[in-house]
Each structure stands twice: as structure tokens, then as C-alpha cells.
């Protein structure tokens, strides 16, 4: 357990939240400013701050949980769908820095308008950054299928080459 860490003190029960899903390794409880009703949030219970130092295992487990809350607000409170958002580190605005999946609960016209703030926040980009991003970021596979893709295909062979091909193979 963290010292002075808000998420640590709600996962040893020393500060209170409305918590709706509990087993050995996570903890599942209600947003205090929730974006919509039943806003929740799934935590482990030690402390890990972000994406890049929870194990494998523990995110598969959060994510499953996850899955299962997300279920849960179908059935109990008339979810028609549901946004997952986990933002890891400060330059990518996480307020608290104790591993947190959001697990979001929407309904046709819920007045939470992320569409509209993300299509406001798109940003132009040209096929050739794209394209750079695309062999920063692949795993060493995909660089090689692209590698490959770059590769200047054969000419196709014209006419006049056919022929004086031809003529090459009959005279030999
Ligand atoms: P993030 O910006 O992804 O780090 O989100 C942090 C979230 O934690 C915010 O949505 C806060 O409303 C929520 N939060 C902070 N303190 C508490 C608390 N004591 N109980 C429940 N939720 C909290
Ligand atoms: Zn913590």
C-alpha cells in the first residue's frame, strides 16, 4: 500500500466508496464525479500506477471484471452500451495515480457529448506521417511485410521487350 494514495485508502476500506464488485485482486466502485449514472471505476488492490507497470495478468483480470460490470449495467440499470477509458500518466491527464479503468454506462441522448469533443480534437494528418508513424510503431513482423510492400515491383515486360526477347532466345 501507497502512502497517501486515495485509491490504496478505498481498496483497505480506511476511506468509504460505494463499491459494487469485490474479489481477492480488484475493486470495483462508483465515481464520485461520475460522467453518467453508474459511472464506475475498477482498481487493483495493491498499488500499480499505470498501464506500463500492471502485469499482464492483473489487466486481463481488471479488463474481465470490467466486462462483467459492464453487464451488469445492461441488466440492472438499462445501459445500452458502455465507454472503457484508462488514462496512464500525467501528460495523458490521470488525476490519480493509482491504475484505474473507467468503465462508462451509456444510453441514447445521455447529454455525455464524447463524440462531438472527439471529432472537435481531430487533428490533420498527411498519408506520408502516417505512413512514418506506421514503421515507428510496428512490431518487427509488420515491418517486414511492409519492407516488402515498399520493394519495387518487376516491370512488366512491353511489347518491343517480348520481342527482341524472342528473337535473342531463336537466334541462340
Ligand atoms: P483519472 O482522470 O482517469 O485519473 O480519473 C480519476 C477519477 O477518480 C475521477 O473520475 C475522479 O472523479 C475519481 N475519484 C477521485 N477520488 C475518488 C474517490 N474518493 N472516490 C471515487 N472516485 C474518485
Ligand atoms: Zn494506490
Redo the contacts with the bound molecule.
Sequence with gaps: MEQKC?FCA?ASRQ?P?NVIYEDEKVLG?????PLTEGHT?VIPKHHVENVFDISEEDLKHISAVAQRIADKMREAINAEGVDL?Q?SGQAA????PHF?L?VIPRKTGDQLSLHEWWVSQIKKVEPEKLNELARKLATEEIKEVIKSEEKPKPKERSKEDVYWIKRATQLT
Design positions: 486515495i478505498i476511506i466508496a466502485f462508483l465515481d464520485i464525479n471505476l477509458f488514462a491527464d490521470q488525476q490519480v484505474h473507467h
